[in-house]
């Protein structure tokens, strides 16, 4: 196990813009807000959507394409850093005009109307890199780590 203790920084909601790509508005937004740890939710409404089951076997993600308008019932994601970048990390359950709902992780999605919530977090952020067990970017111990047990 791997634990990092934070401090809460500023908590922050936002309406996210008509159209766009939600992933790249809301990481935009973490860049240009310099956040680089964050806890993320987020309701509302998509247009269409991309959402991916990562299969554990082959470690690749199967993409599942959502071609309608969906309800955006829950997303809930981190943040932390990749590549130097902050990094969103989501994971969206979406709901069809009858009700049934699909669940993954959320690889973009056309917003219709949606709100965010940010929870910043202060403190050493964490860095993901790849972990050859699972195939993922994963958060890594770094070199400041509070402890691995
Ligand atoms: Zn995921």
Request: net charge negative.
């Amino acid at each position: 196990m791997l634990k990092r203790g934070f401090e809460q920084g500023r908590c922050l909601l936002v309406r996210l813009d008509h159209g766009a790509d939600i992933v790249k508005q809301v990481s935009d937004f973490l860049d240009k807000e310099k956040i680089e740890a964050a806890i993320f939710f987020a309701i509302g409404a998509l247009i269409k959507a991309e959402i991916a089951y990562y299969d554990q076997s082959s470690h690749e993600y199967k993409a599942i394409s959502v071609k309608e308008p969906v309800e955006l019932v829950s997303c809930t994601g981190n943040v932390s850093l990749r590549d130097g970048y902050p990094f969103l990390h989501a994971h969206a359950a979406l709901a069809f005009s009858d009700g049934k709902v699909i669940g993954g992780h959320l690889t973009s999605g056309s917003v219709f109307a949606a709100e965010a919530f940010i929870q910043e977090l202060s403190g050493e952020p964490l860095v993901r890199t790849h972990d050859s067990t699972t195939g993922l970017y994963l958060w890594d111990s770094g070199v400041n780590c509070e402890g691995r047990s």
